[in-house]
């Protein structure tokens, strides 16, 4: 059986942290619904599963220290979050090997950041790149 929230979680995190990349240093609310769009929550009024674990995924970004906020909007959003300064690096700099010596430097060095490899694995629609992007981010923040 394939672990289909694993994958879930894994879009989450790079939509996450591409929109905070893409807002940085600006500080801004991240609604649930601006990543994964609108999941009608149940008669009783609670939120969809799928809803829950996006959010869930932006509280645990903040508890591994990827990511800041004030505080949350019911469980629609979190406010005034931000990266720390650990994601901004992490996801800022670029990757050597991945440079292309045919573009200009400063092309070249911003194709060659974890932020646009988020980006492009995204756009991609593959979850394998994703998947893979996501954790590459994992690994380079622990070592």
Do not use: K
């Amino acid at each position: 059986m394939a672990d289909l929230h694993i994958e879930d979680f894994h879009q989450d995190v790079a939509r996450i942290l591409v929109a905070l990349y893409n807002r940085f240093p600006q500080p801004a609310a991240l609604f649930v619904s601006d990543l994964i769009g609108e999941h009608e929550p149940d008669a009783f009024g609670v939120p969809a599963p799928r809803h829950l674990a996006c959010f869930s995924a932006m509280l645990w970004l903040a508890d591994e220290g990827f990511l800041r906020y004030g505080d949350t909007i019911r469980q629609e959003a979190i406010d005034q979050a931000c990266l720390s300064e650990r994601a901004f690096v992490l996801l800022s700099r670029a990757d050597q090997r991945e440079r292309d010596p045919a573009l200009p430097a400063s092309i070249a060095r911003q194709r060659a950041t974890l932020a646009q490899q988020l980006r492009d694995a995204l756009h991609s629609g593959s979850s394998s790149a994703v998947y893979d992007t996501v954790q590459r981010c994992f690994f380079t923040s622990v070592s």
